[in-house]
């Protein structure tokens, strides 16, 4: 009965090869997002769908693009990996009202990448 | 822009020592305000979060905030802190209709020796 669930917890990958990640919430939110976590563990989003819509689009490489087929599932897709794409990311997701976001999100074990 | 920033970046205590960890922000309207807590090999969790009403907030493990709304800051603050508090912490920012996404800070990293 995990909230937020990643997979793979783990993947280690050549450079250029194309790898993807899962992401599911159980929690009936209706936002997810997607983080980067570096070494110095800066938190940086990426992602953001709302409802399957794209909301949040930070500067991101191209190679990076998200999918969500519903809104309790939100991928990520990384073509042609570098050993910068190196991190541990992690799935969030919330749950937003109307009028007022309040963000409070709750998050998923991370995926730690790592491209050698 | 705005900006969360979080003043220590490391942090090492003893046991039993008094933590205050500082957060200040930028953004002159309405915000939500969190904590998040990263202990070691393991994803973020909350910690506390205030949204409005008073301006003291308790979280868990005997963590408590303060908002101070002239200071534009959110320091956190623990009166005794324990081995097990050896940790990341995040803040985190909000304004209202700020399209949903968190402004973070760059995380202070917390460790307690026994």
């Known amino acids: 009965d995990t909230a937020v669930s990643q997979t793979p917890k783990y993947l280690v990958t050549q450079m250029g090869n194309d790898k993807s990640i899962k992401c599911e919430q159980n929690?009936?939110?209706?936002?997810m997002y997607w983080y980067k976590q570096d070494s110095k563990k800066f938190l940086k989003i990426m992602f953001s769908?709302?409802?399957?819509?794209?909301?949040i689009n930070e500067t991101v490489p191209n190679r990076f693009s998200p999918k969500s087929p519903d809104k309790a599932h939100l991928n990520l897709h990384i073509n042609s990996l570098e050993l910068g794409d190196s991190a541990v990311y992690f799935c969030?997701?919330?749950?937003?009202?109307?009028?007022?976001?309040?963000?409070?999100?709750?998050f998923g074990p991370g995926t730690r990448l790592t491209v050698l | 822009a705005q900006s969360v920033s979080q003043h220590n970046h490391h942090v090492i205590l003893s046991e039993a020592a008094s933590l205050e960890l500082g957060c200040n922000y930028s953004?002159?309207?309405?915000?939500?305000l969190f904590w998040y807590v990263q202990y070691p090999g393991q994803h973020l969790q909350l910690l506390l979060k205030y949204f409005s009403g008073d301006p003291l907030v308790k979280g868990i493990k005997g963590f408590e905030a303060e908002f101070i709304k002239s200071k534009f800051s959110f320091n956190l603050r623990k009166p005794s802190v324990q081995w097990s508090d050896t940790a990341e912490y995040f803040c985190?920012?909000?304004?209202?209709?700020?399209?949903?996404?968190?402004?973070w800070g760059l995380g202070t990293s917390l460790a307690v020796n026994p």
């Open positions: 985190a920012v909000n304004g209202a209709g700020n399209n949903r996404k968190l402004i």
């Open positions: 769908y709302n409802n399957k819509e794209l909301i």
């Open positions: 969030a997701s919330s749950q937003d009202s109307p009028l007022v976001s309040y963000n409070e999100q709750f």
């Open positions: 953004y002159g309207g309405t915000v939500n």
């Open positions: 929690l009936g939110h209706d936002t």
